[in-house]
């Protein structure tokens, strides 16, 4: 699969040029949680607009109720009608849809171009690899963290990965001592990622709650009481070969249970199975 590095490679007198912009859904404005659903490319020769949306929901599903989904289909629909990015601006009736800032693109054709920018954004359009659950093992917390630090390298904005991601996932700070708090995302807003793919609920247990106390208390810091707090968690996969059902049903008894704990203390826990999807939900809530 192209990644926006490749669409965006200079090439000696690209046929086609233009701007591109995301289509961003705020399913909920009090949770902040902000979705890529599609993108529109204009061509700056002939200025025409064309939309590549999403068509397939069944992970939106996994994430929301009936009632979101439907909303998200009817309002992929209107916005196919429109004729171009002036018009949906000008009479854009939907409060919850944003457009992006613009970004330059070109290659040979237009539709080549709207796929592989539309791959490498619209998380909730890719489909699950299932060559790779052919074995099943527990991703240690060092090395989901650099996998998902990696893939926001690729997806961010070179200075919206630095707000974010830093040298050591430690953040640091001073009372009577020096403290250490395992942070992964930290900046404008804060974020605890979490390994939950295990095949027994008291290893997936630690991991999640220890993200949880250590975004719990930095969370209550002065600096950081007013920041969103989101727990990234990776969860198991439905695989019963690679996992009993008892073990399956007790690690998300215990997911949500904590989901629970953490609504109270202003925190939202989210995840998936796939841990490219939860990459692409770490880099949305870095970039909205």
């Known amino acids: 699969m192209d990644t926006l590095d490749n669409i965006f490679q200079d090439t000696d007198r690209p046929k086609i040029v233009g701007q591109w912009s995301k289509l961003v859904w705020e399913p909920d404005p009090t949770t902040?949680?902000?979705?890529?659903?599609g993108v529109i490319f204009c061509e700056n020769e002939t200025e025409k607009s064309y939309f590549k949306m999403l068509e397939t929901f069944n992970r939106l599903e996994c994430l929301y109720d009936e009632q979101a989904t439907q909303s998200l289909k009817y309002?992929?629909?209107q916005i196919k009608s429109f004729e171009g990015i002036q018009q949906l601006i000008e009479s854009n009736p939907f409060s919850n849809i944003t457009?992006?800032?613009?970004?330059?693109?070109?290659?040979?054709?237009?539709?080549?171009?709207s796929n592989d920018i539309f791959k490498s954004v619209v998380t909730l359009a890719r489909p699950k690899n299932q060559k790779e659950k052919s074995t099943y093992s527990g991703f240690t917390q060092e090395s989901l963290v650099k996998y998902v630090s990696n893939m926001c390298l690729k997806s961010l904005d070179a200075?919206?990965?630095?707000?974010?991601?830093?040298?050591?996932?430690d953040y640091v700070f001073f009372d009577d001592n020096k403290h250490f708090?395992?942070?992964?995302?930290?900046?404008?807003?804060?974020?605890?990622?979490?390994s939950c793919a295990y095949s027994t609920k008291a290893s997936?247990?630690?991991?999640?709650?220890?993200?949880?106390?250590?975004l719990s208390v930095a969370g209550?810091?002065?600096?950081?009481?007013?920041?969103?707090?989101?727990?990234?968690?990776?969860?198991?996969?439905?695989?019963?070969?690679?996992?009993?059902?008892?073990?399956?049903?007790?690690?998300?008894?215990m997911i949500d249970e904590l989901e629970w704990k953490?609504?109270?203390?202003?925190?939202?826990?989210?995840?998936?199975?796939?841990?490219d999807v939860v990459a692409g939900m770490v880099s949305d809530f870095c970039e909205a």
Do not use: M
Request: glycine residues 2%; proline residues 5%.
């Open 32 to 37: 902040q949680e902000k979705l890529n659903i």
């Open 75 to 77: 309002i992929v629909k």
């Open 99 to 113: 457009i992006s800032e613009p970004l330059t693109a070109s290659g040979d054709e237009v539709d080549q171009i």
């Open 159 to 169: 200075y919206v990965y630095k707000e974010y991601f830093h040298t050591e996932s």
């Open 181 to 194: 708090l395992n942070i992964p995302v930290y900046g404008p807003k804060i974020a605890s990622i979490a």
């Open 204 to 214: 997936a247990e630690v991991k999640l709650k220890d993200a949880f106390i250590e």
């Open 220 to 253: 209550s810091l002065q600096e950081n009481k007013n920041k969103p707090k989101r727990i990234f968690a990776l969860f198991p996969d439905d695989n019963l070969k690679l996992i009993d059902r008892k073990s399956y049903d007790e690690i998300f008894n």
């Open 262 to 275: 953490a609504k109270k203390n202003n925190i939202i826990l989210e995840g998936q199975d796939d841990i």
